[in-house]
């Protein structure tokens, strides 16, 4: 039998281009709103015009900097793809290792109640464990040639933070804001302890899962810099 494979399909991605983008807006929309509040309570004409430079200069970087990730993301979008053949499923994707599981390690195939499709290995390896999402070509087929190789757990729920994870960002984002803005000092200890605990608990997650993301090993040595950092403003701000 010839191997079968499945690719996203493209005519899908600007929908999910767009809700990624309206998530995306509408966190970065709150958190400068926040900011600007905060900001802008006791200031002055002059600091008044230099916030609005310095806002309007961020939209721009922030627009540029979307600019380049959709594009990387379309890219990577467009690279996945999900071959059954006689003896396993395999997982391709740019940005991301390889994943292989034989049909004789599967040990569940779920189907999330948001059509997702989730096909688990005999460990809880991210290296075995295949994620497919609803945007997939020939969906009906697909569903179809899996229920042959194991049958389908249907109506799996989707767990919370699967479902809100973009707003997970907001817990990283929003301390390191009171660390580095705001001025009073039960706030700033505060939101150092928890951007610590925060990027310590990211840092090992991504020694973890190293292996499986191509690009997380560049990144590490970046987490040890920031909670360096995070800790050098706390201090000085507590003992001023």
Avoid: C, H
Wanted: net charge positive.
């Amino acid at each position: 039998m010839e191997p079968l494979q499945f690719k996203l399909d493209p005519l899908q991605y600007p929908a999910l281009q767009k809700k990624m983008l309206i998530r995306s807006v509408s966190l970065v929309t709150i958190l400068l709103i926040a900011l600007s509040v905060y900001t802008m309570r006791d200031a002055n004409n002059n600091d008044v015009t230099f916030w609005v430079g310095y806002l309007i200069f961020m939209i721009l970087l922030y627009s540029f900097l979307m600019s380049r990730a959709f594009k990387k993301r379309r890219k990577i979008y467009e690279s996945y793809s999900i071959t059954i053949g006689e003896q396993g499923i395999t997982r391709k994707q740019d940005k991301w290792a390889d994943l292989y599981i034989p049909l004789t390690e599967i040990t569940a195939i779920e189907k999330k109640t948001n059509g997702n499709f989730v096909i688990k290995g005999i460990s809880n390896d991210p290296l075995k464990k295949i994620n497919i999402i609803k945007q997939i070509e020939d969906y009906e087929r697909l569903e179809e040639v899996l229920a042959n190789i194991k049958p389908i757990t249907l109506n799996v729920k989707t767990l919370w933070w699967e479902k809100y994870s973009f707003l997970l960002s907001l817990i990283i984002v929003i301390p390191l804001l009171g660390v580095y803005v705001v001025d009073n000092k039960i706030v700033v200890g505060i939101s150092a302890a928890i951007s610590v605990a925060t990027l310590v608990y990211i840092f090992f997650n991504i020694l973890k899962y190293r292996n499986s993301v191509k690009s997380l090993k560049r990144s590490l040595w970046t987490i040890p810099l920031i909670i360096i950092s995070v800790l050098v403003v706390a201090y000085f701000k507590l003992i001023a």
